[in-house]
């Protein structure tokens, strides 16, 4: 079993930041890689950010240069800076472990991002 706690969520304004944390425990050997996925009211989970396990990165073009993606090793953890926030960032954010070739999926958590 795998167990992914997430947090880091809440209410921004634009231009502000927020940074979101995601710890996996229990069954993590052999994890490939770990990202975060964002889905908005009527709108598709979409890829937001992924590092695998020698950190190599992707992003979302509509993140690149405002979000960094980062993972601690040692702590099974993976982290998402967002700076520079814009209210089309806002959505429910769920974080996403790959361990060998299994996905588990953290349960959300929101970010709003509001005048």
């Known amino acids: 079993q795998v167990q992914l706690v997430e947090s880091g969520g809440g209410l921004v304004q634009p231009g502000g930041s927020l940074r979101l944390s995601c710890a996996a425990s229990g069954s993590v050997f052999s994890i490939l890689y770990m990202g975060w996925y964002r889905q908005a009211p009527g709108r598709q989970r979409e890829r937001v950010a992924t590092i695998t396990s020698n950190g190599a990165t992707y992003y979302e073009d509509s993140v690149r240069g405002r979000f960094t993606i980062s993972r601690d090793n040692t702590q099974n953890t993976v982290y998402l800076q967002m700076n520079s926030l814009k209210p089309e960032d806002t959505a429910v954010y769920y974080c996403?472990?790959?361990?060998?070739?299994?996905?588990?999926w953290g349960q959300g958590t929101q970010v709003t991002v509001s005048p």
């Open positions: 996403n472990v790959n361990i060998a070739n299994i996905n588990y």
